[in-house]
């Protein structure tokens, strides 16, 4: 049935669909969140053909490939972790000289023989036809631009989560995750 509503402000919480209203003691919400894209044209062409935000979904089509991971967080490192034992090489940019994560993972990933970092930089082109075949690289200290060949390219720069249909309904953060109370909203 398709949801149209929720009434969460008394228990038991009642949930209206096109056809019913249900009513329940707890409901678990689980929306998920859809990645954050850089906003090129060419990355959206080329989604799907070498273009990935899911190193899980989609590395193991990169075996003995040579692919980057954009990002400097948690998921970009663990993005790159996964992807280093299918690809020949991994490349991890990111646009400042220091990384978010959390230090463990900075050093599980730099002590992976097949992966190499391009720091202060950002992607100013996704480059193929039919396929990715290379980016277009931009330093941004000396603005120098330059290319990589390469077969993915695999975004991590964060995750905007899928809430906007609970708004006005449940206390949102700035960002639009659910603020919760102790893990929960009772």
Not at 52 to 64: H, L
Not at 79 to 98: C, F, G, M, N, P
Not at 133 to 147: A, L, R
Not at 148 to 153: F, N, P, S
């Amino acid at each position: 049935k398709d949801f149209i509503s929720i009434d969460f402000t008394k228990q038991p919480f009642f949930i209206n669909t096109e056809t019913q209203t249900l009513k329940y003691q707890s409901v678990i919400v689980a929306t998920g969140a859809s990645a954050q894209w850089f906003g090129l044209p060419s990355e959206q062409e080329l989604r799907g053909r070498g273009v990935s935000a899911c190193a899980v979904c989609d590395g193991p089509f990169f075996k003995n490939k040579r692919v980057i991971v954009v990002g400097g967080g948690d998921v970009a490192m663990r993005e790159v972790q996964h992807l280093s034992k299918y690809a020949e090489k991994v490349t991890l940019i990111h646009r400042r000289d220091q990384f978010r994560a959390q230090l463990a993972l900075q050093n599980v990933v730099k002590s992976k023989p097949n992966v190499d970092f391009i720091l202060n930089s950002v992607i100013e082109e996704v480059l193929g036809e039919e396929k990715v075949t290379g980016v277009k690289i931009k330093n941004i200290i000396n603005e120098e631009v330059s290319e990589k060949e390469i077969d993915g390219v695999f975004v991590a720069i964060g995750h905007t989560p899928n809430t906007g249909f609970l708004k006005g309904q449940l206390e949102l953060s700035a960002k639009g995750y659910i603020v919760t109370k102790d893990e929960t909203l009772a």
